[in-house]
């Protein structure tokens, strides 16, 4: 019987990182990194179907979110100062190699770790969110845009317009999120649907929109869905944002000239040497790599991966919980990595 879910606090002089603990003390080592806009408790069914297994499972609130630190300054929010909060996280819980499961931005994390850090890592988990080993930019993500679907003079930047907005209307894209965050919430995490394939993604016109939210600056009201968060996670999600709100969370967004020079200084090119899974959402209208060329820098730098495909969309790990689970507990067997 594995302990009970333990809430724990970490700081160094530099950052203060709030976690989540489940599993045996003792057991292999596993990260769970979220992604915009999460906090560690996005993984719960995860971490209890892991720790059952034996896993000592670790899932942080990353820089910006929850309980850690989050700096006001816009330039705190890259890659490079993420994986130096979790190498330190990581070195407090005794260093012993890892597997690493990320979600979108939390599989950039991730990978950068496998990267940067690979004595850190014995295999990673990618959800959602494919590798990129120039780096997570719009420079890297506009040139592998489905032109069929997203013609360049009507959809210059794709569906990562959303991304490009952050870049040049930052204070108005924040303002429209904090207007209503639990709407805003509970608009974002909405399940997927066969109907995003072939469809374009609201988020690639967000900018002649106006913002996520039209004319309205606000999310409609909107109720959150149980199946993908239960409602007193749902309520701690909220609660997580009443302190600082999206800003923090969406600066991730706007430091690419700083990431893709880290990515640079990566060992090898930014090659991964070790097992990568990577779980792709079929019905995910942003990161899916079925039918496009959006996944072929990861398959050009990992050595060693597998692709799971699930009918879910972007939100795969709340949609999809046993599915998930299933495919990495398959890929762990079959790499030996328990």
Known sequence: MAPPLVSRIFGTPRHTTHYLEYGPADGPLMFFLHGWPGIGLLWRAQMEAFAADGWHCVAPDLRGYGESSAPADTDAYTVEEVVMDLTELHDHLGGRTAVWIGHDWGSVVAGAVAAHEPDRCRGVVLTSWAYYPTANSLATLVP????????????????????RYYTTHFGAAVADLDAAPAATLASVYQPGSPAAIGAISPTATVTRDGGRFGAAHRAPPTPADPALWPPADFDTLVQAFATHGFRPPSAWYTNDDANIAYARKAPDGGRLTQPVLFVNGEWDAICNISGNSQGDPMRAACSDL??????????????????????????LRSKNLR
């Open 144 to 163: 592998l845009v489905d032109r069929q679907l997203y013609p360049a003079d009507r959809y210059p930047d794709g569906q990562w317009d959303y991304y």
């Open 306 to 331: 597998t692709v799971a495909r699930v009918p879910a969309g972007h939100w795969l790990p709340l949609e999809s919980k046993a599915q998930h689970i299933e495919a990495i507990r398959t890929w």
